[in-house]
Structures are given as C-alpha cells and as structure tokens.
C-alpha cells in the first residue's frame, strides 16, 4: 500500500503562492492518476487538480489560470503550486491516488488571511 504525506502547506497574505507537496512511501510511476482534494470547514470535500501519467491535467473551475499540478515520478512526489491565493482557498488539502491504489494522505492546513 502506497503512503502519501502532504507538506508546504501554512498561512499566506491574499495574492501569495504556496507549494504544496505530496510525498509518496513508493514508487507513483504506475500510478496512472493522483490528484489534489480540499475541505473547507462545513463544506465536501472537492476535487482541486489531477494529473495522469501521461500528464493530462484537469482543474476546478475555482483555480484555473491560478493553480499548477505536476509531478515527478523520478522522486516519487506530486506537487501543487497556488498562485494567487483568495481567502476561498483555505481548507485542509490531500492528496490521493486514484484507483486501484485509492490511498490518502493526511492533508496539510492552507489557510488565506490577512
């Protein structure tokens, strides 16, 4: 079973960028499909950003034009950079793997405040 663990996350201005990473226990070079989830405080959880192997992305509305995927199978990683953040964009992000792994990570706290 592949672990994931999230970091980069902490408390940035409006219009600030944050980098978010996703560290994988195994290799992700199999793994066709990972993506970035967010939950808000009474909200579902959402879909942010997925990527494929292959390097299909595909984003939410809410941060097209903002938000950037990619990852690095060579280092086992997935990384999520957020450019000009909005206060909207605070919640606890994961990231996951798609099946057949189906695995979480722990998230890691964003939060958009001046």
């Known amino acids: 079973q592949v672990q994931l663990v999230e970091s980069g996350g902490g408390l940035v201005q409006p219009g600030g960028s944050l980098r978010l990473s996703c560290a994988a226990s195994?290799?992700?070079?199999?793994?066709?499909?990972m993506g970035w989830f967010r939950q808000a405080p009474g909200k579902q959880r959402e879909l942010v950003a997925s990527?494929?192997?292959?390097?299909?992305?595909n984003y939410a509305d809410s941060v097209k034009g903002r938000f950037t995927i990619s990852r690095d199978n060579a280092k086992n990683t997935m990384y999520l950079q957020m450019n000009s953040l909005k206060p909207e964009d605070t919640a606890i992000y994961y990231c996951y793997a798609f099946y057949p792994v189906n695995s979480w990570g722990q998230g890691t706290q964003v939060t958009v405040s001046s």
């Open positions: 195994g290799s992700i070079f199999s793994i066709d499909r």
């Open positions: 990527i494929t192997s292959g390097g299909s992305r």
